[in-house]
């Protein structure tokens, strides 16, 4: 039998079989990580389930008597594997309210990968760009994903303070990327803008200032939105953390994308774009950025001069004339200018 308790904000708090709640009653917006439900069900087996998840009432007319997860598919998938009751806060209201309180959850989340910001991000500026369409009267014919209406790509009517605070125009953003719909992106970065301003209430609501919000909604745009199965086959990868990796592939073709992605899925330690386009042929880079190796040498130069500094004086002249033949003929020019150089200095010369 169901038990019930009373929970600090006032929702009902109830004691669930599993079995009894839909993970797919309503559009789930995060990605899944089966790889963290057996150490979250450890967990929970220690210390118990410290936080509700929060489910709505079955949809009207719904042939599904089951409750709906707006919260905590992860705390549902623990306790399902434990065979236990899980801990349930009862939410309402429409739709797009029980989808705020799920992006409002997790947008919070200080542990959240970029995809998955991105995701939530992206979301969130979608149902942004709907409620202004509704509070405005028209009708929008297409939905989220046709042509956006000029009310929300037009900043005419949006406050000088706000705008102010925009780079030039509409240019509201660095120009997007060859594989991003240019009018989608910059109708939910309007839509932000004109709801929230780029000010401290877009800094409260998200947390982001406004060129990392364009980015997250250039990586939504470009990869999570038309490509939501191939995305979440990487959420668990390297990648997934990596804001310029997934801007470089937003930017390629859409089968450029689909291959890219599903070669990272199977190459989670990837952590590059790159690696993914060369492996399949899309680049004829050498597979490794320039920034890349940059940071690789820097990170060699560092290890070798501490490792050098602690060499005595007698071992240096006696390393000397391997420390000659070690070094690359183009270098070693240089590097004997570069010794010249200070022996006159310590000489005085």
Not at 45 to 60: M, V
Not at 70 to 91: N, P, Q, S, T, Y
Not at 110 to 131: I, N, Q, S, Y
């Amino acid at each position: 039998m169901n038990t019930t308790a009373q929970s600090p904000a006032g929702g009902e708090v109830l004691r669930l079989p599993t079995s009894q709640i839909d993970p797919d009653g309503i559009e789930r917006i995060g990605f899944f990580h089966a790889s963290e439900v057996a150490t979250l069900a450890d967990i929970i087996a220690s210390d118990g389930q410290l936080e509700p998840i929060l489910i709505a009432a079955p949809a009207p007319r719904s042939k599904d008597r089951r409750w709906r997860l707006v919260c905590g598919r992860h705390r549902l998938a623990a306790c399902a594997m434990l065979g236990i009751e899980v801990l349930a806060r009862v939410v309402t209201g429409t739709l797009v309210e029980l989808l705020r309180m799920q992006t409002a959850e997790q947008i919070d989340r200080r542990d959240m990968t970029v995809l998955e910001r991105a995701a939530f991000v992206g979301r969130r500026a979608e149902m942004l760009r709907e409620k202004a369409i509704n509070e405005a009267g028209a009708s929008n014919d297409q939905g989220l994903g046709g042509r956006p209406k000029k009310l929300l790509t037009d900043l005419s009517g949006v406050s000088p303070s706000i705008v102010a605070q925009l780079p030039k125009k509409v240019e509201i953003a660095p120009p997007p990327l060859p594989g991003v719909p240019k009018e989608e992106l910059e109708a939910d970065t309007a839509a932000v803008a004109t709801r929230y301003g780029w000010a401290a209430e877009v800094q409260e609501e998200f947390g982001l200032h406004y060129r990392k919000m364009h980015r997250l909604l250039t990586i939504y745009r470009g990869l999570i939105k038309p490509f939501r199965v191939e995305a979440e086959g990487i959420a668990h990868c390297r990648i997934a953390n990596n804001a310029d990796a997934l801007l470089q592939l937003a930017g390629k073709t859409a089968p450029a994308r689909i291959k890219a992605l599903q070669w990272l899925a199977e190459h989670p330690e990837a952590k590059t774009a790159e690696e993914a386009l060369v492996a399949l042929g899309i680049s004829s880079s050498k597979g490794v950025r320039d920034a890349d190796q940059q940071e690789g040498e820097s990170k060699l130069l560092t290890r070798a001069a501490s490792n050098l500094a602690g060499l005595t004086p007698s071992t240096w002249i006696s390393w000397a004339p391997r420390l000659a033949e070690t070094i690359k003929p183009s270098a070693l020019k240089a590097v004997r200018d570069a010794i010249d150089a200070r022996i006159a200095a310590m000489e005085g010369r």
